[in-house]
């Protein structure tokens, strides 16, 4: 999608793809390894009773989660060039829970000609179903030419 | 800081290093959580093994992951912001090291906030991914009563 970057005007907004945080994701990410003898481990991100005592109504996502989606999508956006030059700056301002969709999204700020290639900057969010923001920031990356 | 509550280290502090080794299966775990099934993540390319997805190495660089973090009873952390510099792609079957590093602590608004420095580097000697981490430390369910003894 390089050639979007390069070609689209400041403003214009990226979508990544919308997924449905479900419990099996979560004990994918935050359970520890499939093969660890005591699969899944219990913490606030995978099992009720860790959260309550954390003083937590229900399960909580770990934002690595959904930060995962916008790094992914970074990558889909910036190809190998990410790996090597992709610089991030983010918040997370509210949790997500079991069963919330969440889309990663990017608006293009600057792009800049450098003699190394280009310096391209993004507004970066993720925001659920809603359409509440659960991560906001700044992306910025230098697509080699 | 040995016996040290992770609230108490001050900057210039380092957690204990981890190392792990990031293997197809573990890669394709972390593939699932996120439902990225890229080709660069799952094939070699150019004589090279698959890439590791960011989210794995996102997933072992908070402090947490750390042998020597513990979390002082009754107390509660949580993630405040994050500034990640990508610096090289780290590939599937490689061991990586983790380091961490704290660089500032400070109180506000009835919290304790603790800045650190996380550095994920693979066997070779290169650096991965470098992030500057921000969280906060508070009780859970009371005010705070755990102090770090200065203030900013």
């Known amino acids: 999608m390089n050639a979007a970057l390069l070609q689209s005007e400041p403003g214009h907004i990226f979508e990544g793809r919308a997924r449905c945080l479900t419990l099996a994701r979560a004990l994918a990410l935050s359970g520890g390894p499939f093969d660890a003898p005591a699969w899944p481990e219990k913490n606030l991100h995978t099992d009720l009773k860790a959260a309550n005592d954390a003083g937590i109504a229900a399960i909580v996502v770990s934002g690595t989660q959904w930060e995962g989606y916008l790094v992914g999508f970074l990558v889909d956006l910036f190809g190998m060039s990410w790996f090597r030059h992709g610089e991030l700056d983010i918040k997370i301002p509210r949790s997500v829970k079991i069963g919330e969709t969440v889309q990663p999204k990017a608006r293009l700020e600057t792009r800049e000609v450098q003699p190394d290639g280009t310096w391209i900057t993004l507004s970066v969010w993720c925001e659920n179903q809603d359409g509440a923001q659960v991560l906001v920031g700044t992306a910025a990356c230098m697509l080699i030419a | ?152």
């Open chain 2, 1 to 152: 800081m040995d016996g040290k509550f992770a609230h108490e280290l001050r900057a210039g502090d380092q957690y204990e290093s981890l190392e792990f080794v990031v293997t197809p299966d573990l890669n394709q775990q972390f593939l699932y959580s996120v439902e990225d099934f890229n080709p660069l993540y799952l094939e070699g390319r150019d004589g090279k093994p698959p890439l590791v997805h960011p989210v794995l190495l996102m997933h072992m660089s908070p402090r947490t992951r750390s042998p020597s973090y513990r979390q002082a009873p009754g107390m509660g952390s949580a993630f405040a912001r994050d500034k990640s510099r990508y610096l090289n792609p780290g590939y599937v079957g490689s061991r990586f090291h983790v380091t961490w590093t704290v660089t500032d602590t400070y109180e506000q608004r009835g919290k304790i906030y603790q800045d650190y420095v996380a550095l994920v580097r693979a066997e070779n000697g290169v650096d991965i991914l470098r992030r500057e981490l921000a969280s906060t430390f508070f009780m859970l369910g009371k005010v705070k009563t755990y102090g770090l003894g200065a203030s900013k």
